[in-house]
T-cell receptor, first 113, second 111 residues
Framework: DAGVIQSPRHEVTEMGQEVTLRCKPISGHDYLFWYRQTMMRGLELLIYFNNNVPIDDSGMPEDRFSAKMPNASFSTLKIQPSEPRDSAVYFC???????????FGPGTRLTVT | LAKTTQPISMDSYEGQEVNITCSHNNIATNDYITWYQQFPSQGPRFIIQGYKTKVTNEVASLFIPADRKSSTLSLPRVSLSDTAVYYCLVAPPGSNYKLTFGKGTLLTVNP
């Protein structure tokens, strides 16, 4: 299996622009998670889905962030408009319901200038 | 969720055994203990998980005393490539639950 795939790996954008991050979970996994990692705040869970349905989005920082999962093999995290404080590494992870064994993608490093 | 406490950093040398201890005094009866490893510029990777006593796999061993208020991740004969951040997590079973990663322990293995 190719593992969790994220794109792009790096994104540099200007403040105010829309940013879309993409994730393809491991085939057969029914849980998908979006995390954000910064030096200051560590690794934070933003939102997670089960069978394509958002279960908990309490970690989404504000309305500028939105996430969708139109089907079992694709999810997006969108930031509109982006701000410099959104600069971070965004990880996508998936699992099949096991005891906390989540499989992480390589991450997208986002820089907002 | 049970709060976990682990050292911010540890130093070791190649070939040594490294033990990283995590404190979780308010662990609940049905909580499991899970450890992840994160290399620079990569996502975290699941290492090992346990409920009580000892668990061993090809990567590490996990020791959990009877009161379960702490756990120790043991890495045998570390190499330079084991330099990473190690996270201790405590949560009930089932992936439909938030995992709190905390700051983790930065293990630096020196030549």
């Amino acid at each position: 299996d190719a593992g969790v795939i994220q794109s792009p790996r790096h994104e540099v954008t200007e403040m105010g622009q829309e940013v879309t991050l993409r994730c393809k979970p491991i085939s057969g996994h029914d849980y998908l998670f979006w995390y954000r990692q910064t030096m200051m705040r560590g690794l934070e869970l933003l939102i997670y889905f089960n069978n394509n349905v958002p279960i908990d989005d309490s970690g989404m920082p504000e309305d500028r962030f939105s996430a969708k999962m139109p089907n079992a093999s694709f999810s997006t995290l969108k930031i509109q408009p982006s701000e410099p404080r959104d600069s971070a590494v965004y990880f996508c992870a998936s699992t099949t319901g096991g005891y906390h064994e989540q499989y992480f993608g390589p991450g997208t490093r986002l820089t907002v200038t | 969720l049970a709060k976990t406490t682990q050292p911010i950093s540890m130093d070791s040398y190649e070939g040594q055994e490294v033990n990283i201890t995590c404190s979780h005094n308010n662990i609940a009866t049905n909580d499991y203990i899970t450890w992840y490893q994160q290399f620079p510029s990569q996502g975290p990777r699941f290492i090992i998980q346990g409920y009580k006593t000892k668990v061993t796999n090809e990567v590490a061993s996990l020791f959990i005393p009877a009161d379960r208020k702490s756990s120790t991740l043991s890495l045998p004969r570390v190499s330079l490539s084991d330099t990473a951040v190690y996270y201790c997590l405590v949560a009930p079973p089932g992936s439909n639950y938030k995992l709190t990663f905390g700051k983790g322990t930065l293990l630096t293995v020196n030549p």
